[in-house]
T-cell receptor, first 118, second 109 residues
């Protein structure tokens, strides 16, 4: 089965520093997403990205956050000035019209980046 | 009240038992996802439903749009089914998934 790849798996940073979380979605997928999960809490939607632009974002996704698809394969989430409350597991996901029947709308998640802000 | 509610929060079962996890949502949706989160944190998509019923191996997912309710069933449960099961709704005309808090399932041999 195809895979979404996320790097790094763990990231430790100082408050106020910029971080970039990287994702390689499944080739030929069209829709890309970032979610986060604070320890012990439910998963939360951050942003969706389609056709090289943000299609939707949540209230969490403020001006400190940005996403980019700099080339045909990578999809990045940048947090400009990290805060303690940004500490969470960040998941990238992709979906699209690809793969065997029934896979087209299925969401494929990466294994996540655990971000710790000190 | 959460837009997506799951029950039970925790569930223990003996190997071989039939498992049911319930999900209710409060607004109209275009689709509902069932996801599995492993102890290590990784998330796997199990089903995406917009109506009716889907089956994959020992897993069955159903949805009743009128009642705004979905169920995930596991037949002949096995210890490897132990995980957190999450339902997530997608509102009409949006990409945004609203997640439930998850049901932690433990299956004992």
């Amino acid at each position: 089965e195809p895979e979404v790849t996320q790097t790094p798996s763990h990231q430790v940073t100082q408050m106020g520093q910029e971080v970039i979380l990287r994702c390689v979605p499944i080739s030929n997928h069209l829709y890309f997403y970032w979610y986060r999960q604070i320890l012990g809490q439910k998963v939360e939607f951050l942003v969706s990205f389609y056709n090289n632009e943000i299609s939707e974002k949540s209230e969490i996704f403020d001006d400190q956050f940005s996403v980019e698809r700099p080339d045909g394969s990578n999809f990045t989430l940048k947090i400009r000035s990290t805060k303690l409350e940004d500490s969470a597991m960040y998941f990238c996901a992709s979906s699209g019209l690809t793969g065997p029947e029934g896979w087209g709308e299925k969401l494929f998640f990466g294994s996540g980046t655990q971000l710790s802000v000190l | 009240k959460n837009e997506v509610e799951q029950s039970p929060q925790n569930l223990t079962a003996q190997e071989g038992e039939f498992i049911t996890i319930n999900c209710s949502y409060s607004v109209g949706i275009s689709a509902l996802h069932w996801l599995q989160q492993h102890p290590g944190g990784g998330i796997v998509s199990l089903f995406m439903l917009s109506s009716g019923k889907k089956k994959h191996g020992r897993l069955i997912a159903t949805i009743n749009i009128q009642e705004k309710h979905s169920s995930l069933h596991i037949t002949a449960s096995h210890p490897r089914d132990s995980a957190v099961y999450i339902c997530a709704s997608m509102r009409v005309n949006t990409d945004k998934l609203i997640f439930g808090t998850g049901t932690r399932l433990q299956v004992f041999p």
